[in-house]
């Protein structure tokens, strides 16, 4: 990591990553924006590079409240798409970006400029665990639907202007404990009504602009009239593993139809479950390296739709 001269990646004002991380979103600045490893020639050689089932990306013209199995596609290769961005009304996602070198140097620079903010010296100290980082590229007016994610972020906007919209998670008006549930193990999707938007708050941002997106808090996202690059610079907490986990095996024990009591309701039984759960996973994790094995996975856990975005899947 290049640590040499302390100036921080990322910045916020008001004293918000004391004051509000990890618990609530606010603005942020950053210098991510002009970068050459997020520029759209780089991106898309990166396209070229990686495994294909690590780019996800379809149509841009989607409601906010999309049906997952009514996703429109887009018929061209990915590197066609980032090539064609401009044109070709297209959202992409690339996913697992940290395993090239190079930008995993630059998402561990950003974060550690965000550990010294609140006073550590390292990332290990600040709580950064599973560190990973996630691609956008979006033609001009596309929306990201309305979903929720399972690790904290640091959303960083590249080029273009972006709406991005961000809910309460603990309103379960908004989202009930089931439907976390299945967007986590299932489709990341969620329902949307227009009842919602007042509760929203909107981020309205350009290049070197971004938000704190904390875990688990529903948002959606559309860009304006000109092709957007962002990136969400994301880490998993023990306690975040520890959740994710536990909503992992509740879907399963859900399907053998014995729906559970959300994380946390009872602890020592959490326990019990997660014990089980880490053992299952822990034979199964060495087939995850194979590409065909990743594939066969998710069809088995996500259902015939998980891997809508790989032609002849």
Known sequence: MNDSAHVPVIAAANEALRRDFPLKPFAIRHRLAGHPLLTLPRIAQLAAELP?????????????????????????????????????????????????????????????????????????????EQIEGFLFVSSPNSTTPFHLDSEDNFFVQIHGEKFFTIYDNTDRRLVS????????????????DESFAPRGVEFHMFGGDGCFVPYQWPHWVRTAGSHSISMAITWKTREVRRANDLHFLNSML????????????????????????????????????????????????????????????
Request: glycine share 6%; net charge positive.
């Open 254 to 313: 859900r399907g053998l139809g014995w729906p559970q009591k959300p994380p946390g309701v009872q602890p020592a039984f959490d326990g019990v479950k997660l014990a089980f759960y880490r053992a299952g996973t822990t034979a199964v994790r060495p087939l995850r390296t194979s590409m065909t094995m990743r594939r066969i996975l998710r069809r088995i856990a996500l259902g015939k739709q998980a891997n809508y975005y790989l032609k002849d899947a």
């Open 177 to 192: 404990d089931d439907e976390i549930e299945r967007s986590m193990t299932k489709h990341r999707n969620l329902r949307y």
């Open 52 to 128: 294909r089932d690590l780019i996800e990306y379809n149509s841009g013209k989607v409601a906010i409240s999309q049906d997952p199995d009514a996703i429109p596609t887009v018929d061209l290769d990915p590197v066609e798409v980032v090539k064609r961005i401009e044109t070709a009304g297209a959202w992409m996602v690339l996913k697992r970006v940290e395993n090239a070198p190079e930008y995993r140097r630059l998402i561990e620079d950003a974060l550690l400029s965000v550990a010294r903010a609140r006073g550590f010296d390292s990332l290990s100290d600040a709580g950064f």
